[in-house]
């Protein structure tokens, strides 16, 4: 985390950075400002410390050779902590910009700072440091709501429960906050936000850049699953002005994957999360902008170069646009469902989650790999999984080895022919009644938790009549587009569309968003690069 760097090392930074002094007391980063600078020791010493509500906890000293920074340096998000002189002396700073450009030209460099940089995000999210504070209740949707969106996005936080802590409720007095008020989170420091929307509370902690509405950008990508970011890291390496809009977090439906071990180059597995950090990073290295909690709310296709409408009412134009806006679970018809979204029901199964039901049993319903996963996970924690399915079992929909595992783990129990048809509970969710389909019997079972991850419903709606689709609002693409498709569409070329190419020329559509797509991470990802070369060749055009 904290390498010393060489004399010749020092020297190739002072080449793209500029010396001064420093004296005793002055403050290089602020917690909270955006991080535009990296310094780097020559003499003296830097202190890093990160202030929380009523106390400051020292995060490192640098010394001669070491220097500051760690993974918001490469996107320009505000600082987790405060850096400041101890030992007056001289440092070397080095704007984003260059920095950037260095990543990209010097290797021997770029892999010292990008690892540094990583462990040292890895570390401030495993020690709770951070600029945020959330207060809550295990049984408030909007509280998990907000703790899931802050550990997708990597942010580091820490969280006080109202119903388990002590001195919480001194903490909601003081900040003239009544429990009724809650989820309450102390953004940066200072900031008192009631219950905030995602986009209210990614623009408070600085998340993204203004976007520049009158800049066209090479390829504009909508979505920042497996597919959306691989088509960043390819598309911005290879030099194209690359913006992704993601609506929630990076990962997309694989983010919240606990564990997958079939992906290529990871024998031990590596979880969803972790997977898209790491691909958003080596994204936001190359230049890709990624703007969380933007929702792309129209295709507006009419328009050229193509512009992209934004909730919010602002608008981003490209010349190339890729959709990986995915899909998400098919939420079964129940009464009562969407009243225990949240409390009872869930459609992800990451630690946050996990935490809410130790010790109790839980239902996951499907019969795919994500809730198979989801099973093994959670089988760790809580008394007992009940596995739903519709079919008559794994065989057809889950990876044969998961599948065993499943049929090995005692506290897994597999209901094949099986379906939820009621929920109950005064609050939250409190008791369960599933049918046999096959027999008709009806079995009732007081279980507080169902994790739904069945079905497929594809992220189409905001595309508003724009691009071909099939029966299911999957889009058409390449050869799968028919004569009467490109006629209702007025294609307007003499050559076909290109493989990933959708009815509107320059509009590609990957991953699971795309009919025909095959539902793996491995896919996902060689559709996202594959786009990169297509747009390259349109815009040749």
Not at 41 to 60: F, M, P, Y
Not at 145 to 173: C, K, M, W
Not at 344 to 352: K, L, N
Not at 404 to 414: D, M, N, P
């Amino acid at each position: 985390m904290f390498p010393v760097l060489t004399a010749a090392q020092l020297n190739r930074l002072r080449t793209v950075g500029r010396e001064r002094d420093v004296a005793r007391g002055d403050v290089l980063v602020r917690m909270g400002d955006r991080i535009d600078h990296l310094y780097v020791v020559i003499a003296g010493q830097l202190d890093a410390v990160s202030t929380q509500v009523k106390s400051e906890r020292g995060l490192a000293t640098l010394g001669p050779g070491q220097f500051t920074g760690e993974v918001n340096m490469l996107s320009g998000r505000p600082g987790v902590a405060r850096i400041f002189v101890t030992e007056p002396g001289r440092v070397v700073e080095v704007d984003r910009a260059r920095l950037l450009q260095l990543l990209q030209t010097d290797p021997d460099l770029g892999e010292i700072l990008m690892r540094a940089f990583v462990l040292r995000h890895t570390e401030i999210i495993a020690q709770g440091f951070g600029d945020v504070v959330i207060v809550g209740s295990s049984h408030s949707p909007d509280t998990l709501r907000i703790r899931e969106f802050l550990t997708r996005n990597g942010h580091p936080h820490s969280y006080l429960d109202l119903e388990r802590e002590a001195g919480v409720q001194d903490l909601l007095d003081h900040l003239g906050v009544g429990p009724g008020a809650i989820p309450v989170v102390i953004c940066r420091g200072k900031i008192v936000l009631r219950n905030p929307a995602n986009a209210v509370l990614a623009d408070c902690l600085g998340f993204n850049e203004t976007m520049d509405q009158a800049r066209v950008h090479d390829v504009v990508i909508a979505g920042a699953g497996p597919a959306g970011l691989a088509a960043a890291v390819y598309g911005a390496s290879e030099g194209l002005d690359t913006l992704v809009l993601e609506m929630y977090a990076p990962g997309g439906q694989a983010g919240s994957s606990s564990l997958i071990e079939n992906y290529l180059g990871f024998p031990t597995g590596i979880s969803g999360q972790e997977l898209a950090a790491r691909a958003n990073t080596q994204a936001q290295k190359f230049g890709a902008q990624v703007a969380v909690a933007r929702t792309a709310a129209q295709l507006q296709c009419g328009d050229k170069p193509y512009a992209v409408a934004l909730d919010g009412g602002t608008r981003v134009r490209a010349r190339a646009i890729i959709i990986a806006t995915g899909a998400e679970y098919r939420k079964p018809a129940l009464n009562r469902l969407a009243e225990f979204e949240g409390g009872g029901v869930y459609y992800a199964a990451t630690p946050v989650e996990a935490q809410l039901c130790r010790g109790d049993e839980v239902i996951v319903i499907g019969g795919g790999n994500s809730a198979g996963q989801a099973a093994v996970f959670l089988s760790k924690d809580v008394k007992k999984v009940h596995m739903l399915v519709r079919s008559g079992g794994l065989a057809e929909t889950m990876s044969r080895y998961l599948a065993r595992r499943i049929e090995e783990t005692s506290a897994i129990a597999l209901h094949v022919n099986t379906e939820v048809v009621a929920l109950e509970g005064d609050g939250p969710l409190q008791s369960v009644r599933w049918r046999d389909t096959k027999t008709g019997a009806e079995e009732q079972h007081q279980i507080g938790h169902i994790f739904v991850m069945a079905g497929a419903v594809p992220n189409t709606r905001w595309l508003d009549g724009c691009l071909a689709l099939d029966k299911d609002g999957f889009i058409k693409t390449g050869p799968d587009l028919s004569h009467d498709d490109l006629s209702a569409a007025r294609w307007p070329l003499a050559r076909a569309p290109l493989l990933l190419e959708s009815s509107r020329p320059g509009v590609f559509a990957v991953g699971d968003v795309r009919a025909g797509s095959i539902k793996r991470v491995a896919s996902a990802v060689g559709e996202g690069s594959i786009a990169i070369a297509l747009v390259h060749h349109v815009l040749r055009e």
